[in-house]
């Protein structure tokens, strides 16, 4: 964040940032050195509507706020953590543990296994908990490339796949 000042009776500021253009105020830095400069870590938040304030720490009606709005977004991400077992047995149980990112534990992801990466079938929809434990699926012929696949619901475009290929027999 960078600003200019002049004539403030105490060389002092407090730093605010706003999500919802002016709403609600958060402290960023208080009784922060009037120099002009601040390093600010962005939040992960998707916001299309942020605004920096800059204000005397002695005069709250004196202070400066960003001329335009800009925008913050974090890219959601799912990430499979744990290895999967090489051999999946019908009937045996199969753990999956996964990390989301700046996506809520409400959302419901969807967990799919395919035999081919391009034909995908759905095991379940579950709430982002991230850990599932289900039954490995009864499948026709033995498949020795099968991958485990866990995306959001709501948006096909976030998703994992599993590194490695299982054998589903």
């Keep these: 964040i960078k600003w200019k000042s002049k004539n403030l009776r105490r060389d002092r500021v407090n730093i605010y940032f706003s999500k919802n253009g002016g ?3 958060e402290i960023i830095k208080k009784n922060t050195k009037d120099d002009g400069y601040f ?3 962005l939040p992960p938040i998707n916001s299309e509507i942020c605004i920096i304030r800059i204000e005397d720490i002695r005069d709250k009606d004196i202070f400066e706020e960003s001329n335009f709005y800009f925008s913050i977004k974090s890219i959601p991400k799912l990430i499979i953590l744990n290895e999967l077992p090489n051999i999946w047995g019908v009937g045996d149980s ?3 543990s996964w990390n989301s990112k700046y996506i809520e534990k409400q959302s419901v992801v969807e967990i799919l296994y395919s035999t081919n990466k391009i034909e995908w ?3 379940d929809s579950i709430s982002n908990f991230g850990y599932f434990k289900f039954e490995s699926p009864k499948i026709k012929d033995t498949s020795k490339k099968s991958y485990l696949k866990i995306q959001l619901k709501d948006d096909k475009n976030i998703f ?3 590194l490695k ?3 589903i027999i």
């Design 94 to 96: 199969v753990e999956v």
């Design 39 to 41: 390093l600010f870590s």
């Design 121 to 123: 079938n759905l095991i």
């Design 165 to 167: 290929s299982f054998t």
């Design 23 to 25: 709403n609600d105020w």
């Design 160 to 162: 994992d796949v599993s």
